[in-house]
């Protein structure tokens, strides 16, 4: 499947059937999962599947998700790591959605759940031995209703949408299809792009020129945490810095990592090669938002 329909079609899943995974896909999954963390060397990023999903379940209702909504599913992968420090959370982040798009072409749901508010005595069942730290796990399974498309239309696309991030149960005028689905709208890529420094609009004829319509069009898909989509972009001659919103708040640097990760495919996609190198310590204040740059690809 082309990447840029499956970050158009991806959603996270809410509710699942109670159906179990098969043994060979989690065991399929689960060796994926372990060349991704084995490419991170001993940088500490562990995955941690958790088979007793009613457990799992029953011990964080009320306690993990949005204000306590947690998802019920037969499975979670927890995300575990050594330390907290805002690079761990940009690589973490990154790998997790590498494995999430596995999950993905197994024709399995998936949605992320924040517990990093979750109190310790209540998340010890997540934990292991290693003892170390986790502020995400993630609800995997069949999807209770399956997505689908039906028909097309020429809508003008997202424009004007609300961010609110729990609207996500209705349909929406997408730009080249009605989609019937369940998803969450997006800003549009004016409102998360910027031509030279932050605060300076792009126009879409110099997004045409540089063939980056399409990379910036899509990518705004990438899921975040309450969809708050604090990724901002800003085009340079030979390169994009990525920066974000309110760099303090750790799930901004989860919801960079992830962007990070479907920027380096979507641009893989056109042809582009390049990784994004990290960069810190380069916090900026432009009209009182508070922001940072925290990487930089090169075209
Ligand atoms: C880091 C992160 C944490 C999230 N935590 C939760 C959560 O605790 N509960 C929940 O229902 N959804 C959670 N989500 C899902 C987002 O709300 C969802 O990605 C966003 O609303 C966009 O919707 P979509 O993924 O369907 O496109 C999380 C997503 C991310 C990336």
Known sequence: MLFRNFLENRTSTREYKETVIERDKLDMLMDFAFKIEKSYGNEGIRFKLYQNGDEIYNELKGKAGYSGVMIKSPH????????????????????????LTKVYQMDLGSCW????????DSKKILFDENNKHVNYIVAIGYPKNSQKITDFTNSDGL????????????????????VDKSTSSRLSVSDIVFYNEFGNEISQEELDNRGLNELFY????????????PWRFILKNNSVELGVIDPQDKNNLTDAGIMMYYF????????YKG????????????KG???????????
């Open 76 to 99: 979670y992968i927890g995300l575990q790591t050594n330390d907290e420090n805002d690079l761990t959370f940009l690589k973490a982040s990154y790998a997790m959605e590498t494995l």
């Open 275 to 286: 990784n994004w190198n990290f960069k810190q310590d380069n916090i900026q204040d432009y």
């Open 289 to 299: 938002i508070n922001y940072t740059i925290l990487g930089e690809y090169n075209l």
């Open 113 to 120: 759940i924040n517990v990093m508010d979750t109190p310790y």
């Open 264 to 271: 380096e495919e979507m641009a893989k996609s056109i042809g």
């Open 159 to 178: 424009q004007n949408e609300d961010i609110e991030y729990l609207n996500t149960i209705r349909p929406f005028k997408e730009k080249k299809y009605f």
């Open 218 to 229: 899509y990518i705004r898909y990438a899921p975040s945490d309450k969809n708050e989509q």
